[in-house]
């Protein structure tokens, strides 16, 4: 593969974040008497705005702001656990000594994101885009085509590091080259993704010319 700028979502795939994730939607599922299973089978790498509609589709806007603005009180405040990923800063350390760009794109909210980024010591982004960039989130492909233009490049240069399925659907149809940190069951459109990896120590770089050449010696053979 290669390219000139990288993208990354940011839970699941520079942090683990999950237990915390899983905490507060257990909560949510708790007081809204649905499955949990249900819940957490929907929400992950999904707006959590998108994510209140659709298990909330009789309720008011008003309704749904407050729901929003207690569950990312929940998620914000609780960062026990959270931890950069296997590789992460290794991988992000020498992106800025190359001088390769790379942006965060993440479906949280900007207190959400900033308090998950602070407890982990990665480093920080240049470009960030939060739920509040964007009018469409995720599977929208309008996240990783703000994020390509935030670097200055063209979707097609850029390189997104993706663990959901709907943030794999967002970066193919901004026309980026996908990553897959951890397979995924029943992950979509596996002919169009580039790589799938276990973790990002899994990813080695070179860069030559402008360009960055991204090599792994443990992919998984679609």
Known sequence: MKCRGFLFDLDGTLI???????????????????????????VHGTPA????????????????????????????????????????????????????????????????????????????????????????????????????QKLGLLPEECVVFEDAIAGVHAGLDAGCQVVVVHDLPDIPRRDEIHLTINNLEDIEIAKSGGYVSIYTTNQEDY
């Open 16 to 42: 683990d974040s999950l237990p915390a994730v899983e905490r507060a939607w257990c909560q949510f599922a708790d007081k809204m008497a649905i499955d949990r299973n249900k819940v957490l089978n929907y």
């Open 49 to 148: 705005i998108l994510s209140l509609r659709h298990f909330m589709p009789d309720a008011s806007e008003e309704e749904i702001a407050r729901t929003f603005k207690w569950i990312e009180k929940l998620e914000t405040e609780d960062t026990e656990g959270i931890t950069a990923l296997p590789g992460a800063v290794a991988l992000i350390d020498k992106l800025n000594a190359l001088d390769i760009p790379w942006a965060i794109v993440t479906s949280g909210t900007v207190p959400l994101a900033s308090a998950r980024h602070k407890v982990t010591g990665l480093p920080e982004p240049a470009h960030w885009v939060t739920a509040e960039s964007v009018k469409n989130g995720k599977p929208n492909p309008e996240p990783y085509l703000l994020g390509a």
